[in-house]
């Protein structure tokens, strides 16, 4: 959901600031059709978007392929990150009634009591743009390397980074806060 919420928002800025010859927005963007949400034309570079959690220690991104591709043949990749903080609903509210209700109708499994709190809704307050390139790789972490995916197949590794270097001017081109949107 919040990811849904940060692509709409990001469609109506290309729209709206006449962007869209500038920037390629989707799925497999660009040159090599890479699993990436943007495409810069006349920069000729790939990036994409990320939600991230004030919660969260890390931003989790691409497979570590898809980033190492990207860089090789285009020498860096842009991440702009839409930090926002989530609000959870209590077990007994509205919105994890619906779920609970939903799940049901759906499955014929009652699930009454949920493992976890559900994130009711999230407000963002700033974007930061990071790069990734040859020099500041070595400060990604590798996630979820060797798990497996729910078809049975090992999962490829992504990338992470760690929350403090969104602060360091290693990577982050641009900051903006905001009064709360979403």
Do not use: C
Not at 23 to 52: C, M, N, S, V
Not at 57 to 65: A, Q, S
Not at 71 to 81: A, D, E, N, R, V
């Amino acid at each position: 959901m919040v990811r849904l919420v940060f692509r709409i928002f990001v469609s109506k800025y290309l729209k709206e600031n006449h962007l869209e010859n500038k920037i390629e927005f989707g799925f497999q963007t660009g040159p090599l059709g890479l699993k990436l949400d943007l495409w810069f034309i006349e920069e000729e570079h790939y990036g994409d978007l990320k939600a991230h959690g004030d919660s969260s220690g890390f931003v989790m991104g691409n497979d570590i392929e898809v980033v190492a591709l990207a860089i090789k043949h285009f020498g860096k990749l842009w991440y702009l990150i839409a930090e926002n903080k989530a609000f959870n609903d209590d077990r007994t509210s509205k919105a994890n009634r619906q779920r609970i209700e939903y799940i049901y109708e759906k499955t014929d499994e009652l699930k009454t009591i949920p493992r976890a709190k559900v994130k009711a809704f999230y407000k963002y307050h700033s974007l930061v743009l990071i790069e990734i390139n040859e020099a500041n790789m070595q400060y990604l972490d590798e996630f979820q390397q060797g798990w497996v995916n729910s078809d049975g197949n090992y999962r490829n590794g992504k990338i992470s980074i760690k929350n403090k270097y969104l602060k360091d001017d290693n990577m982050v081109i641009f900051r903006k806060k905001y009064s709360v949107w979403g």
